[in-house]
């Protein structure tokens, strides 16, 4: 089992792209929330542990995931209101987003007791771990899964519009470090944590000293690079028409973890054994995934039969 911890929300989407006055689409998403769909869909056993509101959108959030045959247990529920993020495609398919998060449910999730006895992996990243008090509970369930030897991965996912001080949250994020296993950052979140594209090379040694085994960076529609302890390896991103990107860092983060499963490195420490032929291929499979995801419209990861 692996569980994903962090917000569920809808997106609203212009159904004109360019246009701020189109009417908005809602769509179910959420980094964690689509990081969990997506490794369902994969095959890979997924349970989903945050705090849902009881309005509508929450209802149908939850009905989808059950639909897909993701474990909902974990899930909190609360009469807040469901967080909301309306997002901006520019020309090239990639999403900018402003939320609406002030006093919704998301915001009150609660350290549950413990996680299913079959967890093998916990996965946490996006805006659960920036919005108190929330982040602070998510967080912590960070560090207890590491004190049990859980495989932690951590997908940041930077939104700029949300983190009010970013040096703080630049000093807590290398706080998480030590806990961490696996860390999927995109080129941009690289290079807003690192603060500036020069100083990635030498921010990306220091994280690997900190903690993590792996530090995996998409690049986009140019592929994926992974850094370890003993050295770099790259494979090309997947050519496709984009229709947009909304969802495609969720789906490699889904697509890694599962990938790794497979291969049974889902263990602390598993990952330093892994070589470069290994570590292209699971790259490999999380590129074909990501571009799946981007040939149409939403957060709509691929079924593994779709990879074949």
Not at 133 to 157: C, H, K, Q, T, V
Not at 175 to 191: M, Q
Not at 262 to 288: I, K, N, Q, S, Y
Request: glycine share 12%; hydrophobic share 45%.
């Amino acid at each position: 089992m692996i569980v994903v911890a962090g917000e569920a929300l809808i997106d609203l989407v212009p159904q004109r792209a360019g246009d701020p006055l189109s009417p908005l689409r809602p769509v179910r998403g959420g980094g964690p929330y689509n990081t969990a769909l997506a490794l369902a869909r994969l095959g890979s056993p997924a349970a989903f542990c945050s705090r849902v509101s009881t309005d509508a959108f929450g209802t149908s959030l939850l009905e989808r995931l059950e639909a897909e045959k993701v474990d909902t247990d974990l899930v909190q529920r609360g009469p807040e209101p469901t967080t909301l993020a309306v997002a901006a495609p520019g020309p090239d398919g990639s999403a900018a987003y402003s939320f609406y998060a002030e006093g919704t449910a998301d915001r009150l999730f609660g350290l549950p007791a413990h996680l299913p006895a079959d967890t093998r992996a916990l996965s946490l990243g996006t805006c659960s771990l920036v919005l108190e008090p929330g982040a602070s509970a998510y967080e912590e369930l960070m560090r207890r899964g590491a004190a049990e030897g859980l495989f932690i991965a951590l997908d940041p996912n930077i939104r700029t519009g949300i983190i009010p001080a970013p040096d703080a949250y630049r000093a807590r994020f290398l706080g998480w470090l030590p806990h961490v296993s696996l860390l999927k950052l995109s080129e941009e979140d690289a290079e807003w944590l690192a603060e500036g594209a020069d100083r990635v090379p030498a921010a990306v040694r220091d994280w690997l000293a900190a903690g993590p085994e792996a530090v995996v960076v998409t690049r986009g529609g140019e592929g994926l690079t992974v850094f370890t302890h003993r050295g770099a390896h790259s494979v090309p991103g997947e050519r496709v028409e984009v229709v947009d990107t909304i969802g495609a860092g969720d789906t490699v983060n889904a697509a890694l973890l599962h990938a790794l499963g497979e291969r049974g490195l889902l263990e602390r420490g598993a990952l330093d054994g892994v070589g470069g032929e290994g570590w292209r291929d699971v790259l490999g499979f999380a590129a074909r995934a990501a571009a799946v995801t981007c040939s149409r419209p939403g957060a709509e990861p691929p079924h593994l039969s779709e990879l074949s």
